[in-house]
């Protein structure tokens, strides 16, 4: 990047805003996921002003940019893919408005998840989306991936809570407000195409969102099983009878030893699988729920149903689920999570084939996901270091999301595809179902300048994962993949 | 019509069979839009028919209208041009249903009245008490974004849509979304169709999240002097626990339209329904009696199945009520939140009166307002086009309000839709990916496009 650039940016924003320093744009080049790439600027705006002024120099200069919450994202979504100005937004945290009569709130893209909730919390209203990094993540990056969450089975996802925006267009800097805090308003709807679409048409500067109103009664439940099948046999039983729970959320048994060695929320460690249930509600609707609940666990041959007696003891649950990818942190340089979607009812033989997948490449797996949703989070421990098996564990994935296409499900139910799945794209869209999302892009993006190379594949149809560089550029010596503490 | 275009009618029928091409004069006269006749109709009988049809009217630059019952085409401004109506009739099959799943895939064509039949057998729902409920078909009421009471619970249908498949202006078959009930890949391009009256696309497939069936359900009625009882007596319900799955204001002109014994004549009526567990409806009929009292009700009726199932009818027909006993009426649609349907109604009623209009108002779910105007005694075409000309000026009257029905002659000169909004660049943007030849539905909707 020219030298002068920055100076310019550093003109426009002072010299506090921008970082271009190499040790300084290591930070950046990481997210969620296992790709890397490093921008050559990271610039923190205050104001929509300001993203207007970033955005009309980046196009001058013709330069990539690409916006950024707080990099908790499982896809790529936020990385600087061919470099360029990033453009980061923990400056732009203000919530502006919080509307209790109208339950909606009005919140600068920064705003981190849980403050909005926090910040509704005198009205006993909150945010639903709840995704596990709720702590850390923004709700521009909660609207650019359409992020979702353990409740996001009642309540559903980011979509349906977010009625406006405003928009900075990246070829022209123009500022512009769609939707309204009215749920609709005239015209086509794009606030809705807008939410999910991966920071690849334009830069959210304003939100508004819905507040969800409190439940006044919520019981979590945890169900013990000796056989993964038989927790796999009640989820299906559970959506069969038209139960519906809040969240219903499944780890396996590999996967709670390692959070309880973390967390240390009384999780069994002897048990193939638990299922970790919340009702939310009326009293009343609370109370049938767990009746009918823990009727199809006691069939479904669950060992034992625990009811969280307060609520230390149900955050405590809690803690151990959002906690699980950073608890498995712990045990292995690298994993690789995904984020295949199916139908609820080939829960049972998804896992088997998600098992032998992993098995036949040589990985453990641990298996910790929204199985209310089908939403599934295979979680494969790897050396991100070990080039070999780096390409492996990209194949393994490959043969699991290929599977959830085939019984009619999807390759991503909420991380994104981001620069991590778009070559599979091919697989789930038509050349002309694809085709009409690059016009839909390239009508918003016309220079592709804006978080270049994601979300499309790269070739046409031929749904091949590239065999990439080896990501960390000085290779320390590869350590074993561990097993989780028995 | 030309004759050469006269003569390109005649290869429609070798892409949807002669039996399901009509061009004689009755035929297009049932096909009307705002007093214009296609010039031929189509009935294809697959998605890929449906495509070959506009492949073949981008190839001719012929203008299409697709149609499902024919209930709502008076929505919108009138057409531009409009030579080939796309009869979706015969796309009216459920073609992927898993009860197990709570998913559902569904032809455009079908009746909402018989994809919830189908369901029904397998004690299901979709929450669509949509208008012309006999009529109505699933491309139609997406289309038109019908709204039904429902949404109080259950949000619209873009909250229950996973995913879309349709025509494109080019005559491309795409697909939007997923058949499971979450997914994030590719764009929702799909919402963009819903309310687009065709503009963007033709819909052959929607598929939804399927809903079991409540265990029990009660119906309610609380009716008030005034709108300031009625309205307290709403926010109490969304400052509370409860859920019911329908809340519906109606004021005097909007009860006695829907014209129901358990409406009592002259008062606000807020009809609710609590749906779900037996002990979850018990609570409803205990606290909403409550809530009733401390709003002032002057009175509070729990409804039998039989009441229930009468008035809910009514209600949710209250649009088709209007269209056919109230021809020269003009219906609004205005997007609102809570905090500004009193200014609304006040603001419609002043209005009604200096015009010397008779007029009614439903509140859906908190979130819709329709208005109807009604020409009364003194009321002429004149004084009518004035009082919707004030309600839909961006200042003073209601912003973002949409003529959803009027006489045809006021259409012909007041935009339905309004000012444009600030997003209008955008929308022309949209239009040209989707539709690059302008011939879906050219000049209804928003903008003209």
Redesign the interface.
């Known amino acids: 990047m020219e030298k002068s650039i920055i100076r310019d940016l550093e003109k426009l924003l002072g010299r506090d805003a921008v970082l271009s320093a190499r040790t300084d744009l290591m930070m950046y080049e990481y997210d969620g996921s296992v790709e890397q790439a490093r921008p050559e600027c990271v610039v923190f705006p205050r104001s929509t002003e300001d993203v207007v002024g970033i955005v009309k120099l980046a196009s001058r200069t013709q330069t990539p940019i690409v916006a950024r919450g707080a990099g908790t994202g499982l896809s790529g979504g936020a990385l600087a893919r061919r470099g360029g100005i990033m453009i980061a937004f923990p400056r732009m945290n203000r919530i502006l408005e919080v ?1 209790a ?4 709130a009005v919140v600068q893209p920064g705003v981190v998840n849980l403050d909005l909730s926090r910040a509704a919390e005198p009205y006993s209203l909150y945010f639903a989306p709840d995704p596990s990094s709720q702590k850390a993540c923004t709700i521009g990056g909660n609207v650019a ?2 992020a ?1 969450g353990p409740h ?1 089975l009642a309540y ?2 980011t ?2 809570h977010v009625t406006g925006l405003e928009i900075v ?1 990246p070829d022209s800097g123009e500022v ?3 939707g ?11 606030t ?2 807008m ?3 991966e920071g690849t ?1 334009a830069i959210v500067t304003e939100i508004t969102v819905k507040l969800t ?1 409190k ?2 009664a919520v019981k979590t439940l945890l169900a013990i099983f000796d056989r993964v099948d038989d927790c796999t046999q009640t989820v ?1 039983e559970i ?2 009878r ?1 139960i ?1 729970p809040a969240a219903c959320e499944m780890m396996d048994g590999w996967t709670l030893r390692a959070v309880e060695a973390f967390a240390h929320a009384g999780f069994p460690l002897d048990s193939a699988a638990v299922l970790l249930i919340e009702l939310e ?5 609370v ?3 767990a009746v009918d609940v823990i009727d199809v666990c006691k069939l479904c041959h669950a060992r034992d149903v625990r009811v969280a007696k307060d609520d230390r003891e149900r955050d405590l649950l809690w803690k151990g689920r959002k906690n699980a990818f950073g608890a498995v942190g712990r045990l292995s340089p690298s994993y690789y999570v995904q984020d295949g ?5 080939r829960l049972p033989e998804t896992l088997r084939h998600i098992d032998a997948v992993c098995a036949k490449y040589g990985f453990p797996v641990g298996n910790i996901f ?1 199985a209310g ?3 599934l989070h295979p979680l494969i421990p790897f050396d991100v270091r070990d080039h070999e098996q780096f390409d492996r564990v990209v194949r393994a994935a490959h043969e699991i999301m290929e599977f959830c296409i085939s019984v ?10 981001g620069m991590e ?1 778009n070559e599979l ?1 091919p697989l ?3 050349e ?2 694809l ?3 690059r ?6 993006n016309p220079t592709g300048l804006l978080n270049p190379d994601k979300f499309f594949p790269s070739s046409k149809g031929c749904g091949e994962i590239r065999v990439r560089p080896l990501p960390i550029s000085e290779p320390a010596a590869p350590t074993p993949v561990s097993g989780p503490p028995a | 019509m030309s004759p050469a275009t006269g003569t390109a009618f005649a290869q429609l029928s070798s892409i949807v069979g002669e039996a399901s091409y009509f061009a004689d004069p009755a035929a297009l006269t049932r096909y009307s839009v705002d007093g214009r006749n296609p010039g031929a109709v189509v009935r294809p009988g697959s998605a890929e028919e449906v495509a070959e049809v506009v492949r073949f009217a981008a190839s001719e630059k012929l203008a299409l209208i697709a149609c499902g019952g024919r209930s709502k085409l008076g929505v919108g401004m009138p057409p531009v041009r409009y030579d080939i109506a796309v009869d979706l009739s015969r796309l009216n099959r459920v073609v992927a249903y898993d009860p197990g799943d709570l998913t559902l895939g569904v032809e455009g064509g079908m009746l909402v009245s018989a994809l919830l039949e189908a369901l029904r057998e397998k004690n299901q729902w979709l929450p669509l008490l949509v208008p012309w409920y006999d009529r109505a078909t699933i491309g139609g009421i997406l289309s038109t974004n019908s709204i039904s009471p429902l949404r109080y619970m259950f949000g619209g249908p873009r909250d229950f849509l996973l995913g879309l498949e349709f025509v494109t202006g080019d005559g491309k078959l795409c697909k939007s979304g997923a058949r499971v009930v979450k997914s994030v890949a590719g764009y929702d391009s799909h919402k963009l169709l819903l309310g687009a009256l065709g503009s963007l696309g033709i819909i052959t497939r929607a598929n939804f999240r399927t809903f079991p069936l409540p265990r029990a359900q009660r119906g309610f009625v609380a009716s008030y002097s005034d709108a300031a009882g009625a309205l307290d007596f709403c926010r109490r319900i969304a400052q509370s626990s409860l859920k019911p799955a329908l809340v519906e204001v109606l004021d005097p002109g909007a009860a006695r339209i829907v014209a129901n014994p358990k409406l009592p004549e002259g008062s606000w009526c807020v009809v609710a329904v609590a749906i779900g567990h037996e002990a979850v409806v018990e609570r409803h009929a205990r606290d909403l009696a409550q809530l009733a009292e401390q709003s002032g009700a002057a009175a509070f009726v729990a409804l039998t199945d039989a009441d229930k199932k009468e008035l809910l009818g009514r209600v949710r027909e209250f649009l088709r009520i209007v269209a056919e006993q109230y021809p020269d009426a003009a219906v609004l649609r205005t997007g609102v939140l809570p905090q500004n349907v009193t200014a609304n109604c006040e603001k419609i009623a002043r209005l009604a009166a200096q015009n010397g209009l008779g007029c009614a108002n439903v509140v859906r779910a908190g979130a819709t307002l329709y208005t109807v105007l009604l020409p009364g005694t003194e009321g002429t075409t004149e004084r009518l086009e004035a009082a919707i000309r004030s309600a839909m000026s961006s200042t003073g009257g209601m912003p973002r309000a949409v003529l959803e029905r009027c006489p045809t002659e006021i259409k012909s000169r007041v935009n339905s839709w309004g000012p444009v909004g600030p997003d209008m660049e955008l929308m022309k943007r949209v239009k040209q990916v989707f539709d690059p030849h302008g011939i879906l539905s050219p000049g209804r909707f928003v903008g003209g496009l």
Do not use: C, W, Y
């Open positions: 509307d009569e109208n339950q909606r991936e359409n979702g996001t559903g996802v979509t349906n267009l512009v407000r769609i309204d805090k009215a749920a609709e308003t005239p015209g086509f709807d794009l809705g195409l939410v999910g679409s048409l109103r439940p006044e299906v959506t069969g038209a519906t509600g009326l009293r009343e609707a109370e049938a729920q979607v199916i139908p609820r009812t929204h949703d089908g939403n009619g499900g999807s390759i991503t139910g909420e991380h994104g595809v799945k794209m789930l869209f038509s002309s179902d085709g009409l999302m016009r839909v892009r390239d009508a918003f």
